[in-house]
């Protein structure tokens, strides 16, 4: 049965106006014994490479899938999707899975969950979809962070027992925006100060104010563990853990970056209430059906 959201746990991971600074990740990476090369790696550096999840002809249909998504006019009035500020564009779709049969067909192949489920080590389910779409010529980036900092605070995930898989629909280059991770910074929990806001999720969507780690935490963190770019032709993808920092530059190059985003939740990892906000943020952006994805 679902956790309610007003049942709260024991904090383990103080952030925002309950403490602010870095403390070293009390739980696992990979939930379970690392037996294979891969899950050893993913748990050394908090994420994996995949080059070719995708075919040529799967990344053609999901492309074409996604564009009927953002030039669907009465899509943009709803609550789900994210435009541009400063183009007017759509800059992401939320819960995309149930916009698209298509890709809700995706979610639930083995190839896909089953990796968040070896990584996990448990059934697992869909804690946020959405496409991310950053057009060419001053698509906005995305400032340093954890998404578990978030998640934790403002959603009231307990543990950092989530995956994301980034999909890449187009080429990414070093120079289009492409993700930017901190190899092993997963082991590192960092707390935000500063309090949350009521209702700024959908400003956060747009550009990331709240949740933000000091300078001076990026600086000792990328001075410890380096900075690796994703990089790789459409139909390669990311996985990564929850708390690994992470953040991409504008793309003011002619060549747009898109791409599915997933995020996998253990079952065992149930929403509570917020450790670190006034109230949860919209099921859209945080699913509180914790029905495992088969």
């Known amino acids: ?15 925002r106006s309950a403490g602010s600074g870095s403390m070293r990740r009390t739980d696992p990476t990979v939930w379970g014994a690392p037996e294979t090369p891969a899950l050893a790696t993913f748990a050394h550096d908090g994420y994996a490479v995949f080059d070719a999840l995708l075919s040529e002809a799967e990344v053609a249909t999901l492309s074409a899938e996604v564009t009927r998504l953002t030039e669907e006019p009465e ?14 564009q759509v800059r992401s779709i939320f819960e995309v899975h149930k916009l698209s049969p298509l890709i809700a067909e995706l979610t ?39 998404d578990f900092e978030t998640w934790h605070a403002e959603d009231g995930m307990p543990a950092p027992r989530a995956v994301s898989l980034s999909i890449a629909l187009t080429d990414n280059f070093p120079y289009n925006g492409s993700l930017m991770v901190m190899p092993g910074s997963h082991r590192t929990f960092v707390g935000c100060a500063g ?21 001076r935490e990026l600086t000792r963190l990328a001075r410890e563990h380096g900075i690796a770019q994703f990089t790789g032709p459409a139909g390669s993808a990311l996985l990564f853990d929850s708390n690994i920092m992470h953040g991409s530059s504008n793309n003011i190059t002619p060549f747009p970056r898109s791409n599915i985003f997933l995020v ?16 949860p943020r919209p099921t859209y952006i945080a699913s509180r059906d914790f029905t495992p994805l088969r």
């Open 195 to 215: 309090a949350t806001p009521t209702d700024h999720y959908r400003e956060s969507l747009r550009e990331q104010r709240i949740g933000v780690p000091t300078e």
């Open 75 to 88: 899509l943009r009035l709803d609550d789900r999707v994210i435009i541009e500020q400063s183009s007017n």
């Open 1 to 15: 049965m679902p956790t309610s959201p007003t049942v709260q746990l024991v904090d383990r991971y103080p952030t």
């Open 108 to 146: 639930r192949e083995n190839r896909i969950a089953g990796l968040a489920r070896e990584v996990l080590g448990s059934e697992v389910y869909l804690h946020q979809t959405r496409v991310n779409y950053l057009p060419g010529f001053g698509a906005a980036g995305f400032y340093w962070h954890s």
């Open 264 to 279: 996998f939740n253990s079952v065992e990892n149930e929403l509570v209430a917020p450790f670190a906000g006034p109230a």
